[in-house]
């Protein structure tokens, strides 16, 4: 008895201190989809994403985010995060049919977020703002493809 | 020799407790306490003002729900508030996506990954009446049984009106 919990209870100890690490401080992501092009390709990135930011409430506009998607929870979906509460957002409503634009105050406990390719994206002009709850963590460092190792680009003018 | 052993296998048995029980509570089930009245009577049924803490109802809250976020009428959660994320409600589910729900002024529509919270208590009960549909992802964990006192130790029933809600 004794033994068996010996061995047995440092691989539960190293099982959960994994959980631990990837549920508050930070894991890799693989993403996918047109919507962040040119930051982000069509075919897949890898990303390290970090959790400390979202807790410690340094997120900043300008920061590439994964939140669970208001649409459907058990999906996280990747945006750039444009602006906090109480900011004030002008944003193109439909780009591909017309120029009209909207400005909106982000309401309080929310962010709001835009894919960087507007064209093919659903992001906070289609399903509002998104609350803040919802964010999980701060993409900071690209893994993959190896051409675009390093920090993540700003967003495109 | 003897005191910096003693000390870094106390520091290491701290750290494997500390480490698999934060597991265990974010992963299987954890006990929350419950402040308020907006769930009277399921929860804090008499508000004693002079020694809240002491008499607030604790729960227990499962987490296995979370894997895929299925909840049906009447269950009772935990989610973070949509106003402030730092803050927890705990909040009867009315109405899943899909549904129509019937407040005062009108009727509302349900939205994909949404729900309808409210209160058991519905005269103090800051719920979707106020701000709205809530997203499932905003989910913590669903309420299962009532721990403390001893003396209403129970589960938690599923408890549905189906008079204001029409489903989709």
């Not at chain 2, 009577?41 to 508000?47: M, Q, S, V």
């Not at chain 2, 008499?55 to 987490?63: A, P, Q």
């Amino acid at each position: 008895m004794g033994e068996w919990s010996s061995r047995v209870i440092p691989i539960v100890r190293g099982l959960c201190l994994l959980y631990v690490t990837h549920k508050y401080l930070g894991t890799t992501v693989v993403t996918y989809g047109p919507s962040m092009l040119p930051t982000l390709g069509i075919t897949g990135n890898v990303l390290l994403m970090e959790r400390i930011s979202t807790r410690t409430g340094k997120l900043r506009p300008g920061d590439v985010v994964f939140f669970r998607s208001p649409e459907n929870p058990r999906r996280v979906v990747c945006k750039r995060l444009v602006g906090m509460e109480g900011d004030q957002v002008t944003y193109v409503v439909d780009p591909k049919n017309s120029d009209k634009c909207n400005a909106i105050v982000v309401q309080k406990g929310h962010v709001w977020v835009e894919g960087d390719n507007i064209y093919n994206t659903k992001d906070s002009r289609n399903f509002g703002a998104v609350p803040y709850g919802l964010v999980e963590g701060k993409a900071f460092w690209t893994l993959l493809p190896r051409k675009d190792f390093g920090s993540l680009a700003p967003k495109p003018k | 020799m003897g005191t910096p052993s003693v000390l870094w296998n106390v520091a290491k048995k701290c750290f494997t407790v500390g480490v698999i029980s934060l597991t265990v509570s974010d992963l299987f089930s954890s006990i929350v306490p419950v402040r308020g009245a907006s769930m009277s009577p399921t929860f804090n049924p008499k508000t004693n003002s002079l020694l809240e803490s002491l008499s607030d109802d604790r729960v227990l809250v499962e987490k296995l729900c979370l894997s895929n976020y299925k909840f049906s009428h009447g269950d009772v959660i935990v989610f973070c508030s949509p106003d402030n994320h730092k803050e927890k409600h705990i909040k009867r589910i009315v109405g899943l996506p899909g549904d129509w729900v019937g407040t005062i002024y009108d009727v509302v529509h349900i939205p994909e990954g949404h729900c309808w919270v409210e209160g058991d208590n519905l005269a103090s009960s800051l719920d979707s009446r106020s701000f709205g549909p809530v997203p499932l992802g905003l989910v913590k964990g669903r309420v299962t049984h009532i721990l403390w006192p001893p003396n209403r130790v129970s589960s938690v029933e599923r408890k549905t009106s189906r008079n204001r809600v029409s489903p989709s």
